[in-house]
């Protein structure tokens, strides 16, 4: 397995072993009683973007390291970078929403969804260990470089509605690879006057990615693309002996896996895991899914703790109910329109649709981890190849 598909995979694994009882994976299946209606077809995006100016990296100056696990402060933090990554790749000032031409590419709904799923067969094996890209020439990757330039990717509400656990994910199978591709694209060629522009492409699509901050999926996506790019820049400033731009993408690299790890803390805390088939939830965890939902430090995290309350209400007790439908109530009313919308659909979402068994079918029959990862990879199909199994 290749380095960059296995630090993706350990991302997200790290995420849906911890929190099995993600209510997201419990909306895979149609409400019973309720017939959905088929998903309305995305209007393609036709007018070419204006590409946007991208300023030269900031000086480094003095450098500190933020020490993730020995700063008392540090649990407060946002799980965000630490360092500038201005350091790295600042990003252009272009006026259009990136969003609006991945959105073509969503699976289901995009005018261009076959296009991505035929982009996925050009792959090739990159250099090294950086798996599957796609070929250097691609002309995927020369249309997507000026949307790498551009200051917003805003899916939410711009492109896609809230809707609880039905909530849809751009197609972050074909993000990944551009960002892949990009740093390979560096790495394999570092003489090349575009290698250093290519891994700052990745890091910009990174930070682009996470701008919406309502998916943990798509969080984890963009830390990735960034870590792509970071690792590209280091190599390409250890070649040609540039040690400051050096010094900065390792600094950047070091934060990755803390925040991955971050992740998995955060969604463990609020998580109602399945214990012997059943789910269970203690006065402390609810107190602690609630104070989540209500001040957490990213919205991310309040979504999903959100998403829990619904489940509260089905599997707590008479008081763990009162608090979760509570707290849903005031945050019906939260400022952020996006909390407000997600916490309309766990206060308004049929408990006995929740209640359900969250495995059934084939992936019933599979090992414990199997139909875990298989669950993701129904829910969100543009992650198949990325998990076991899927």
Request: include cysteine; charge should be positive; proline fraction near 9%.
């Amino acid at each position: 397995m290749s380095r960059a598909r296995t630090v993706v995979l350990l991302a997200l694994a790290a995420v849906v072993l911890l929190a099995a009882g993600l209510a997201v994976r419990l909306a895979l299946r149609p409400i019973p009683g309720a017939d959905r209606p088929a998903p309305k077809p995305l209007a393609r995006l036709t007018e070419p973007p204006s590409a946007g100016n991208v300023p030269g990296p900031a000086r480094a100056g003095a450098l500190r390291v933020p020490c993730w696990g020995c700063s008392p402060e540090a649990d407060a933090w946002p799980v965000r970078f630490r360092t500038d990554l201005d350091l790295l790749a600042p990003l252009g000032d272009g006026p259009g929403n990136a969003a609006l031409w991945l959105k073509d590419f969503t699976p289901e709904v995009g005018a261009r969804a076959a296009e991505a799923k035929e982009a996925m067969s050009r792959r090739v094996d990159g250099p090294g260990e950086w798996g599957r890209i796609l070929p250097p020439s691609d002309p995927l990757l020369g249309e997507a470089e000026p949307w790498t330039t551009q200051a917003t990717m805003r899916f939410y509400p711009e492109v896609f509605p809230i809707d609880g656990g039905a909530t849809r994910l751009p197609n972050l199978l074909l993000c990944i690879t551009l960002g892949r591709s990009w740093g390979a694209r560096a790495a394999a060629s570092p003489n090349a006057p575009s290698a250093f522009e290519d891994g700052r492409r990745a890091v910009r699509l990174g930070r682009l990615l996470r701008q919406d901050d309502e998916s943990i999926v798509q969080d984890l996506v963009g830390l990735a693309c960034i870590r792509m790019g970071a690792e590209a820049l280091y190599e390409v400033a250890v070649h040609r002996g540039d040690h400051d731009l050096a010094l900065a993408a390792a600094i950047v690299l070091g934060e990755h896996a803390p925040q991955r790890l971050r992740t998995a803390q955060q969604v463990t805390s609020i998580s109602i895991q399945p214990r012997d088939g059943s789910r269970v939830t203690s006065g402390g965890k609810v107190e602690k899914i609630v104070s989540t939902a209500r001040a957490g430090t990213d919205r991310r995290f309040r979504q999903e703790a959100i998403f829990q309350l619904a489940l509260v209400r089905v599997f707590a007790g008479s008081s763990g109910v009162r608090a979760a439908e509570t707290a849903l109530d005031d945050l019906s009313r939260d400022p952020d329109p996006l909390v407000a919308a997600a916490a309309r659909w766990s206060r308004t979402i049929d408990p006995a649709f929740l209640g359900e068994q969250p495995y059934a079918g084939d992936l019933a029959k599979k090992p414990a981890v199997d139909r875990i990862f298989g669950r993701l990879a129904l829910r969100f199909p543009m992650l198949r190849g990325l998990l076991p199994g899927s």
